[in-house]
């Protein structure tokens, strides 16, 4: 074989595989039959370590990618430097220098130490540098070892000269992968962090998970382990994007993605490419490919807010994929699976909807498998004291203050007697609109102007107050009837806002003479 032939043949081998070991392998039982060579290996400096790193090693048994690291003496360090200046001396003279040692190699103090570190008999050596636009790539050589005395000559370094290019486009193929590699773990990192940050800012630990919200999280705990789709009902500022992050924070999804679409924030002509994507081209301005919201979220969960705002044509595309659990991105042809876990949810009467013909009843029952209620927070007012707590260090931290102001004696009363229409992210803004004007504190709410919009929550029933239980239960029950115009059962029936079974609501109703049913609204 004469040099063109072997120039043409073993860079096919080197570059020819995805994996460097692989190349290396193939490579070294090519050389073999030209060249005695028991041991191949890339390897290069790290500075930041003071070792010299081997990246890939073959021999005539196997090849590894193992990344050995070997410790060098500063003695070694030095050698090595004085190596690579003479190589960038002789290489103006000679561009295809190698060293070639015949006698003792190990008598080169880095030599030494990485030989008798990893066991390997060696007594002859070619050692290859790597040089990429006029720099020695990093300290990289390539490495060809051999037992026994004076097995290498200048013949052999010649032609294994011919292959130092393929060999330093392999080199820094490899210096690049890991650069890949490092950036994706760092991404990986970051990535772990900002869903701990996601958690902590919406809240890890439900505030009211064992008062108002208690029949709520029963439920999460219930649903959260499996992946039937959740339809969370309740109005504006309830929280259910935060129930939501936690049914997917507590399911073995947790480690996926979780994507969250604002339905109602898409116009009508962006809805398909937003939630399933687009090919270059597909339309005016699709300048390159562009993933979906239902693709981003595979394996994950993929959270659809305000899902009663969807207009009735994306409904229908929905609807294809929750049943066939694949899409296509617009201007495609190819079906992407998906492996998603879909919660929903809506501040509206999806049932009257459906009456309306506003709401697909297919969609609906697709999404209806598992429906939770959030309560408002004027029904659960035993949680605004630990709310007021959760908000005035969550903004204090926003705000970056020193210090968590403390409240003023009694400041929580106006806060007890509001009846909150902006539920649970009203008391929010309040919180953050005190800090910013005391923040310093003690913190009140008396300029909050509450009072004002003060609507009682016996302005609709009955208000003469009694200490009589069961009279206090049925007014209350009267009340709750009033606001469901007599519905018991469902979502936003009267058995849902109390948090009690619709069948132990009709017992007390019973009970107290309350009747139920169309007759309970005259």
Same mark, same amino acid.
């Given at each position: 074989?004469?040099?063109?032939?072997?120039?043409?043949?073993?860079?096919? #081998?080197?570059?020819?595989?995805?994996?460097?070991?692989?190349?290396?392998?193939?490579? !070294?039982?090519?050389? $073999? +039959?030209?060249?005695?060579?028991?041991?191949?290996?890339?390897?290069?400096?790290?500075?930041?370590?003071?070792?010299?790193?081997?990246?890939?090693?073959?021999?005539? %048994?196997? =090849?590894?990618?193992?990344?050995?690291?070997?410790?060098?003496?500063?003695?070694?360090?030095?050698?090595?430097?004085? /190596?690579?200046?003479?190589?960038?001396?002789?290489?103006?003279?000679?561009?295809?220098?190698? *060293?070639?040692?015949?006698?003792?190699?190990?008598?080169?103090?880095?030599?030494?130490?990485?030989?008798?570190?990893?066991?390997?008999?060696?007594?002859?050596?070619?050692?290859?540098?790597?040089?990429?636009?006029?720099?020695?790539?990093?300290?990289?050589?390539?490495?060809?070892?051999?037992?026994?005395?004076? +097995?290498?000559?200048?013949?052999?370094?010649?032609? @294994?000269?011919?292959?130092?290019?393929?060999?330093?486009?392999?080199?820094?193929?490899?210096?690049?992968?890991?650069?890949?590699? #490092?950036?994706?773990?760092? !991404?990986?990192?970051?990535?772990?962090?900002?869903?701990?940050?996601?958690?902590? !800012?919406?809240?890890?630990?439900?505030?009211? =998970?064992?008062?108002? !919200? $208690?029949?709520?999280?029963?439920?999460?705990?219930?649903? =959260?382990?499996?992946?039937?789709?959740? /339809?969370?009902?309740?109005?504006?500022?309830?929280?259910?994007?935060?129930?939501?992050?936690? @049914?997917?924070?507590?399911?073995? $999804?947790?480690?996926?993605?979780?994507? &969250?679409?604002?339905?109602?924030?898409?116009?009508?002509?962006?809805?398909?490419?937003?939630?399933?994507?687009?090919?270059?081209?597909?339309?005016?301005? =699709?300048?390159?490919?562009?993933?979906?919201?239902?693709?981003?979220?595979?394996?994950?969960?993929?959270?659809?807010?305000?899902?009663?705002?969807?207009?009735?044509?994306?409904?229908?595309?929905?609807?294809?994929?929750?049943?066939? +659990?694949?899409?296509?991105?617009?201007?495609?042809?190819?079906?992407?699976?998906l492996d998603i876990r879909i919660i929903a949810a809506t501040n509206r009467n999806l049932e009257e909807m459906l009456r309306l013909n506003q709401f697909r009843e297919d969609l609906w029952f697709r999404l209806n498998v598992f429906p939770i209620w959030i309560p408002p927070l004027r029904d659960r007012m035993a949680d605004v004291p630990a709310l007021v707590q959760h908000f005035i260090s969550l903004k204090a931290r926003e705000l970056k203050l020193p210090?968590?102001?403390?409240?003023?004696?009694?400041?929580?009363?106006?806060?007890?007697?509001?009846? *909150?229409?902006?539920?649970?992210?009203?008391?929010?803004?309040?919180?953050?609109?005190?800090?910013? /004007?005391?923040?310093?504190?003690?913190?009140?709410?008396?300029?909050?102007?509450?009072?004002?919009? %003060? %609507?009682?929550?016996?302005?609709?029933?009955?208000?003469?107050?009694?200490?009589?239980?069961?009279?206090?239960?049925? #007014?209350?029950?009267?009340?709750?009837?009033?606001?469901?115009?007599? +519905?018991?059962?469902?979502?936003?029936?009267?058995?849902?806002?109390?948090?009690?079974?619709?069948?132990?609501?009709?017992? $007390?109703? %019973?009970?107290?003479?309350?009747?139920?049913?169309?007759? &309970?609204?005259?």
């Amino acid at each position: 074989m004469d040099e063109n032939e072997f120039f043409r043949e073993a860079p096919l #081998r080197i570059c020819g595989n995805l994996e460097i070991e692989e190349g290396m392998f193939s490579t !070294l039982q090519f050389l $073999r +039959k030209k060249m005695p060579v028991d041991r191949i290996f890339l390897q290069f400096v790290d500075a930041g370590l003071n070792a010299m790193r081997i990246v890939a090693m073959a021999t005539p %048994k196997e =090849a590894t990618k193992d990344e050995l690291l070997t410790p060098l003496s500063s003695k070694a360090l030095q050698e090595i430097m004085d /190596l690579i200046n003479e190589y960038k001396y002789y290489q103006q003279k000679k561009p295809n220098f190698i *060293w070639l040692f015949k006698d003792n190699p190990k008598e080169n103090s880095a030599i030494r130490e990485i030989f008798e570190l990893h066991k390997m008999q060696v007594t002859s050596l070619m050692v290859i540098p790597l040089k990429a636009t006029g720099k020695v790539l990093g300290g990289g050589s390539l490495v060809l070892a051999t037992e026994g005395e004076r +097995k290498f000559n200048q013949k052999h370094a010649d032609l @294994i000269s011919l292959l130092k290019e393929p060999f330093v486009i392999a080199m820094s193929n490899v210096l690049r992968y890991r650069d890949v590699i #490092r950036l994706k773990e760092l !991404l990986a990192d970051d990535n772990r962090y900002l869903h701990g940050e996601l958690r902590r !800012l919406s809240g890890d630990e439900i505030v009211g =998970a064992n008062f108002g !919200l $208690r029949d709520v999280m029963c439920k999460v705990q219930q649903v =959260a382990a499996l992946d039937s789709p959740v /339809l969370l009902l309740g109005e504006t500022g309830v929280g259910k994007d935060v129930i939501a992050n936690t @049914i997917h924070y507590s399911s073995s $999804r947790s480690n996926g993605p979780f994507v &969250s679409v604002n339905c109602g924030a898409i116009p009508d002509t962006l809805i398909d490419s937003e939630l399933f994507g687009h090919e270059k081209g597909a339309f005016t301005g =699709a300048l390159s490919q562009k993933r979906g919201r239902f693709e981003r979220a595979d394996k994950g969960t993929i959270f659809l807010d305000e899902i009663g705002e969807l207009p009735l044509q994306a409904q229908v595309r929905l609807l294809n994929v929750l049943q066939s +659990k694949e899409i296509e991105r617009v201007g495609g042809v190819k079906t992407i699976p998906l492996d998603i876990r879909i919660i929903a949810a809506t501040n509206r009467n999806l049932e009257e909807m459906l009456r309306l013909n506003q709401f697909r009843e297919d969609l609906w029952f697709r999404l209806n498998v598992f429906p939770i209620w959030i309560p408002p927070l004027r029904d659960r007012m035993a949680d605004v004291p630990a709310l007021v707590q959760h908000f005035i260090s969550l903004k204090a931290r926003e705000l970056k203050l020193p210090d968590i102001p403390k409240l003023s004696p009694g400041a929580i009363v106006p806060l007890m007697e509001y009846h *909150w229409p902006g539920n649970v992210r009203e008391l929010e803004n309040i919180i953050e609109r005190a800090l910013i /004007l005391n923040p310093t504190g003690p913190l009140s709410f008396e300029h909050m102007n509450l009072g004002q919009l %003060k %609507k009682p929550l016996e302005s609709q029933g009955e208000s003469k107050e009694t200490d009589n239980l069961d009279e206090a239960n049925s #007014r209350h029950i009267r009340q709750i009837l009033l606001k469901t115009k007599g +519905k018991v059962n469902g979502p936003d029936g009267a058995a849902a806002l109390l948090g009690i079974n619709p069948s132990t609501l009709r017992n $007390r109703m %019973k009970k107290l003479g309350i009747d139920y049913g169309t007759k &309970s609204k005259s």
